[in-house]
C-alpha cells in the first residue's frame, strides 16, 4: 500500500517535472486580444462599451489642414508611428428599462481586423435580440456597417435611429449616382446597412436635438457628415457625451482642433462642432465616448496650453 502511494507520488512528480520541461519549450505567439468590452456605471445607468477592433489609420493620407511636419511632432511624442491604429467603438447603455446601442461597427464591410462588435456584445452578456434601440451617430459604414451580417439584420428586434439628414444624403440613389467612383462605396454601404430596417419599418429619423428615450437625447454636432450626432446619456447629475467622429486622433487633433478630416462633408462645420465640444467638456468636466480614440474610447477632456489633453478612463472593476 504505501510503495503504491510513493509509485504515484513519484509519478506525480515525474509529471510536474515534465510539465516543468514542456513550460520551457517554445510556446507558439498567440493573436487576439481579451474580449472587447469595458463597463461603467453613469448615475443608475451602466455603459458598456464594445470592441469593433482596429484598424491601420494612415494619418498623412487621412487627416487634413495640417502639415505633415506637425502630425510627425504629435505622433512621436504619443509613442506612435503613421498608421496608427484606429479603434472602433460602439457604447451600449443600460438604462434600466431600455437597452440603447450607439453605433454598430463594421459588420464586414472593412476587412477582417474590424466586425468583432456582435461577438464583444454577446462576451458582455447581451444578445443583439435584447437590444431595443440603436443610435447611429451618422451613416459611415464604420458606424451603421454591423446593423447587418450578410442579408439578415443582427438587431431584429431594435429601432434603427439617425438624423433625417444623414438619412436623406446616404440613402439616396441620385446622390449615389453623381458620388465620384471612390465614394460610391460609402452609398453603397449605407443602403446595405439601413435599407432592410427601413423596409422592415423599423428605420425611425430624427430631425436634430430630441429626446429619444428618458435619459437620452440627441445633439446635432453636423459637419463630418450633414446629420453627424452626438448622443448625451444622463443619470442622476452625472454626462457622458457619446461624439461618434468629432475627432479621430488624439496625439494629433487635440493639440489643434482645426485639423480635419478627408471625409468631413463640411470641414468648417466640423471644426467648429470639435472646438466646441472640447472646450465645454474641459469647462464642465462630464464623460467623453468616442467611437475612434484607444478602446474603450471613455475619458475626459482637460485644456493644455492653446489646445486639448485627452484623459482616459481609469481602468476599474465594476462593483
Ligand atoms: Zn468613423
Known sequence: MVSEQCTRALALVAGG?????????AAPMMKGQAPG??????????????????????VGKLLTNVTQAAIDKGLARAYLKDPVQASVNAFLVNTGTKLVLID???????GPTLGKLAANLKAAGVQPEQVDEIYISHLHVDHGGGLMAGDKMVFPN????????????????????KAPKEAKGLFEGAMKSLNPYVA??????????????????????RGHTPGHTTYVVESKGEKLALIGDLVHVVAVQFPDPTVTH?????????VA??????????????????AHIAFPGIGHIRTAGKGYDWVPADYSVVR
Not at 204 to 221: H, I, K, Q
Not at 262 to 270: L, M, V
Not at 273 to 290: H, P, V
Open 17 to 25: 517535472m515534465l510539465f516543468l520541461g514542456a513550460a520551457q519549450a
Open 262 to 270: 478627408a471625409g468631413d462633408s463640411d470641414t468648417k462645420s466640423a
Open 158 to 177: 431594435a429601432v434603427v435611429r439617425a438624423d433625417k439628414h444623414d438619412a436623406d444624403y446616404w440613402l439616396s440613389q441620385a446622390n449615389t449616382d
Open 273 to 290: 462642432q470639435r472646438r466646441k465640444t472640447f472646450a465645454d467638456t474641459a469647462a464642465n468636466g462630464y464623460w467623453i465616448g468616442a
Open 104 to 110: 454598430t461597427g463594421t459588420g464586414n464591410l472593412f
Open 200 to 221: 422592415a419599418g423599423k428605420f425611425r429619423p430624427f430631425d436634430g436635438n430630441t429626446e429619444l428615450v428618458p435619459g437620452v437625447r440627441a445633439l446635432a454636432s
Open 37 to 58: 468590452y469595458y463597463r461603467m456605471m453613469l448615475g443608475d445607468f451602466q455603459v458598456t462599451a464594445l470592441s469593433d477592433g482596429t484598424v491601420d489609420f494612415p
